[in-house]
């Protein structure tokens, strides 16, 4: 079977008229959403052609260190967006959320490239930079959320925490309703998503193997695959994350240091 029917540059092209849409109700209900949408549009088109032209290159070459290399910079990027969205000082935070951010990769890609499907070589560059990729593009936003929920809860309610280390409970202890909240809002869209997975599998993620000449079956076992691998990546990311953040935001005697957010 063959793969997926190409797209012409000048169809491509017509495509982007389909950007009118959005636009257009930007601008009647005067959004201010008109110039930031067009502008990330045109970062999105290029970003993704020139990666696209990269990976041609980097399949074709199939090399582990420029394997390793193009997921170490997919890291870099992915810590300092993390960082700079959830509004926290750079110095401060670079160093525990990519390693937070490593440890997870390393370990979730070990695991599924190296056991479930088993391959020799799990910097295989067809398998490790797509599925890498995807883990650390999906776990982006519930990390951003959980650190950003996590932190601001604290802030608003550090009189609570405390309070708690005054009748004795360790930073931890005090810390469980903090981490409880900051899981909820970032786990609960993430669930209903998967809750409804099933139903919208279809068009979603399984699309591109389907296009691409994958048997649905194969398709659906790498969806069931790809949705746990995703959770679980997250939520290791997530964990990882805070706890080591953790060892900026807080001194030597569990006080919590305010100055770690950007101004």
């Given at each position: 079977?063959?793969?997926?029917?190409?797209?012409?540059?000048?169809?491509?092209?017509?495509?982007?008229?389909?950007?009118?849409?959005?636009?257009?109700?930007?601008?009647?209900?005067?959004?201010?959403?008109?110039?930031?949408?067009?502008?990330a549009?045109?970062?999105?088109?290029?970003?993704?052609?020139?990666?696209?032209?990269?990976?041609?290159?980097?399949?074709?070459?199939?090399?582990?260190?420029i394997?390793?290399?193009?997921?170490?910079?997919?890291?870099?990027?992915?810590?300092?967006?993390?960082?700079?969205?959830?509004?926290?000082?750079?110095?401060?935070?670079?160093?525990p959320?990519?390693?937070?951010?490593?440890?997870?990769?390393?370990?979730?890609?070990?695991?599924?490239?190296?056991?479930?499907?088993?391959?020799?070589?799990?910097?295989?560059?067809?398998?490790?930079?797509?599925?890498?990729?995807?883990?650390?593009?999906?776990?982006?936003?519930?990390v951003?959320?959980?650190?950003?929920?996590?932190?601001?809860?604290?802030?608003?309610?550090?009189?609570?925490?405390?309070?708690?280390?005054a009748?004795?409970?360790?930073?931890?202890?005090?810390?469980l309703?903090?981490?409880?909240?900051?899981?909820?809002?970032?786990?609960?869209?993430?669930?209903?998503?998967a809750?409804?997975?099933?139903?919208?599998?279809?068009?979603g993620?399984?699309?591109?193997?389907?296009?691409?000449?994958?048997d649905?079956?194969?398709?659906?076992?790498?969806q069931i695959?790809?949705?746990?691998?995703?959770?679980?990546?997250?939520?290791?990311?997530?964990?990882?994350?805070?706890?080591?953040?953790?060892?900026?935001?807080?001194?030597?005697?569990?006080?919590?240091?305010?100055?770690?957010?950007?101004?």
């Amino acid at each position: 079977m063959k793969g997926a029917i190409d797209i012409s540059w000048g169809m491509l092209a017509l495509g982007y008229l389909l950007m009118f849409i959005p636009l257009y109700f930007f601008y009647k209900y005067k959004t201010g959403l008109v110039k930031p949408t067009t502008i990330a549009v045109i970062r999105m088109s290029f970003q993704l052609f020139m990666v696209g032209l990269y990976l041609e290159y980097i399949f074709k070459w199939d090399n582990p260190y420029i394997n390793l290399m193009w997921i170490i910079i997919m890291i870099l990027v992915s810590t300092y967006t993390v960082i700079t969205r959830a509004g926290l000082k750079l110095r401060l935070f670079f160093l525990p959320i990519m390693t937070a951010t490593l440890l997870s990769i390393v370990f979730i890609d070990y695991y599924v490239l190296g056991f479930i499907i088993g391959l020799k070589n799990i910097l295989t560059a067809r398998y490790f930079i797509p599925i890498t990729g995807m883990l650390l593009g999906n776990s982006l936003k519930n990390v951003v959320i959980a650190l950003d929920a996590f932190y601001q809860r604290v802030s608003e309610e550090e009189i609570a925490y405390r309070w708690q280390l005054a009748n004795g409970a360790k930073r931890d202890e005090a810390l469980l309703p903090f981490m409880s909240y900051a899981l909820h809002k970032a786990f609960n869209p993430l669930i209903a998503t998967a809750a409804v997975m099933g139903l919208i599998a279809l068009p979603g993620m399984m699309t591109g193997q389907i296009l691409g000449g994958s048997d649905p079956m194969v398709a659906i076992k790498y969806q069931i695959t790809i949705l746990i691998v995703v959770f679980s990546s997250t939520m290791l990311n997530v964990w990882l994350t805070i706890v080591l953040a953790n060892r900026m935001a807080f001194d030597a005697w569990d006080n919590f240091n305010r100055n770690i957010f950007r101004k």
